[in-house]
Every structure is written in structure tokens, then in C-alpha cells.
């Protein structure tokens, strides 16, 4: 038994702003994917994966309990796949910011939710809502606290624009300029990271005065007109406020950006050679890079390991 494939995500914009209702821009990632197996796999990593299903299933049989009128799954069944070795085989790093448990809730509600709304329906605001309220309560289980933003994005494999926090669509972006020299790259920072330290760190800044005026007018404002430019195809405003974003992101979340990663991202600041964001919640993982010369950028970041996802 193999289920179908569920892919990684990007949130290019939004990490942290949307916990406070900023835009954000999500956009699915093929490189990386997972599937639901069943089959005579005794690797380490397949026999955590059903330890890990085992503990899901009581967890999704509790949240059914408390919130019976949000969704109904057929944990029976879930619970006799589990019994016979069922786990999900997936090359999504875990901790790199790339959505790898989004891709397992979304199987999850592929496989075992009732009554559940597929991508081929009319997906009106209503319906992606209450998607991402389920799988937000779904991805808690992992994360403790979760916008049910990653396997939205990974059950529907299209690019997700979030307005707020009630109103978000399906969206196109700009069609790939393969020839392009233009780029959105991932840069492997080498370790693995944490979303649930991570969010915490930001929980106990907002307590702060100085940290939330911060956030409104400086980060969300960037962030937000780079979501604007990016949707609408504006690259050249894009550079200049991505350079603003990039800044703000190094002054006050240097806690979330790996202490080795500091000078690479002044200076990409300083050259203009190229501009990093966090991917995801940071602490580790994957670094978002963003080029208006990806041979540039590559010159630059010679030492590191760039995967190009997006050329424009």
C-alpha cells in the first residue's frame, strides 16, 4: 500500500507576522514529498514513523472528542493500518523549515478524514478556513502550537495567499523565468531546527513593548509589500523591501538566525549580492535567499550549498 504524494512547502513571507495577522505567501515545494506506506520496512526511521502514527491516532481520537463538529476520522481503520507497520516514508527534512509534518497531517486527512473537502471542489473562503482551522489542530500534536498554514499549502499544492488571519485564497504567482537570473534560493545552514523553542523565544519578545511596535511597523509593513510585490509580479520594489526586511530580521530575530549564519547575512545586506530571511521559524534548517543575480549570489555564497527554487 502507498498513498498518494504530499509535497514540502515554502512560506516565502509572513514567518512570525501571521501569529499576529500579517500577510503571508506560501507556495508549494516539489524537490521534497512524502507518502503514507505500508509495507515490510524495518528501518529506524520507518519504525519511529508508525511509534510516531501510533501516538497521532490517540491524539486525532482526543481532538474528535473535543471539537466533534470540526471533523470526523476513521481512526479504526488508522489504528489497524498502524498495527500493520503503516508509516510515512518521506525525504521532507524534519526541522529545516520546509513543512515536513504538513505533509503528514495532510495525508493523514487524505486518508482517514470524513466527509472531507477535496481540491476539487469550488474552494470558497469558508472551506480553506475551516481546512486550516483542522489542520491546525491536527499540527498541533507536533508543534504545540501550529496555523495549520503548512498542510494547507501541502494538501492542495497550490500557492496560498493568507490576507489575515480569516481571509485567505488560493493564488497564482508569476510564471518561472527558467532563464531568468533573478532567484529565490534555499541555503542548508547545516542544522537542524526547532519550531516550538523558536516560538516561544518570539511569545516572551512580544511581551515587550518596544519588540510589538517593532513588529507592526517595521516587519509586518515590509513583509507585507513584499507579499504585494511578489503576487504581482513587481520584482524591482521587491529588492528594495526585502533589503528592509532582511535588516529588521537581523537586528531583532537574531536569536532564530544560527549565530555562523550573522556575518553572511550583514554582508549580503552590505554587497546587495543577496538578501536572507528566515524560512519557516529558523533556529536552523533552511535559510530563504533572495538574488536579483543568482551567479552573484553563488560567487558570494561559495562555501554553501544553494538550491535554486524559484527563478524569475
Excluded at 242 to 266: E, R
Aim: hydrophobic share 40%.
Amino acid at each position: 500500500m502507498k498513498g498518494p504524494l504530499f509535497y514540502s512547502k515554502i512560506l516565502l513571507f509572513g514567518e512570525y507576522g501571521i501569529i499576529k495577522d500579517s500577510k503571508g505567501l506560501s507556495i508549494p515545494y516539489n524537490f521534497f514529498k512524502g507518502a503514507l506506506k505500508t509495507d515490510d520496512a524495518t528501518s529506524e526511521s520507518a519504525i519511529d514513523s508508525n511509534k510516531n502514527l501510533r501516538a497521532f491516532s490517540i491524539y486525532l481520537e482526543e481532538m474528535m472528542k473535543e471539537a466533534p463538529e470540526l471533523v470526523r476520522f476513521d481512526i479504526d481503520a488508522m489504528e489497524k493500518d498502524v498495527a500493520q507497520g503503516m508509516y510515512f516514508d518521506s525525504s521532507i527534512p524534519q526541522g529545516y523549515g520546509v513543512g515536513s509534518s504538513g505533509a503528514l497531517v495532510a495525508a493523514i486527512y487524505d486518508k482517514y478524514a470524513q466527509d472531507k473537502i477535496t481540491v476539487l471542489e469550488n474552494l470558497t473562503r469558508d472551506k480553506l478556513l475551516t481546512l486550516k482551522r483542522i489542520f491546525g489542530r491536527m499540527e498541533s500534536f507536533f508543534h504545540g502550537k501550529s496555523s495549520g498554514l503548512d498542510p494547507l499549502n501541502s494538501y492542495l499544492s497550490l500557492p496560498i495567499l493568507i490576507n489575515s488571519k480569516d481571509n485567505i485564497e488560493s493564488t497564482s504567482i508569476p510564471s518561472q523565468n527558467v532563464e531568468g537570473r533573478g532567484a529565490v534560493f534555499l541555503l542548508d545552514s547545516g542544522i537542524t531546527g526547532e519550531t516550538a523553542p523558536m516560538v516561544q523565544i518570539f511569545m516572551e519578545k512580544m511581551k515587550q513593548e518596544g519588540f510589538r511596535s517593532m513588529l507592526k511597523d517595521q516587519f509586518i509593513k515590509h513583509s507585507d509589500a513584499c507579499v504585494e510585490d511578489f503576487v504581482g509580479g513587481n520584482f524591482k520594489s521587491l529588492f528594495g523591501n526585502l533589503k528592509q526586511l532582511s535588516h529588521v530580521v537581523l537586528d531583532h530575530f537574531k536569536p532564530m538566525i544560527p549565530a555562523k549564519f550573522h556575518d553572511l547575512w550583514k554582508q549580503g545586506i552590505e554587497s546587495n549580492a543577496y538578501y536572507l530571511k528566515l524560512c519557516g521559524s529558523g533556529g536552523g534548517g533552511y535559510i530563504l535567499g533572495f538574488t536579483e543575480d543568482i551567479d552573484q549570489a553563488r560567487k558570494a555564497l561559495k562555501d554553501y550549498n544553494l538550491e535554486v527554487v524559484y527563478n524569475f
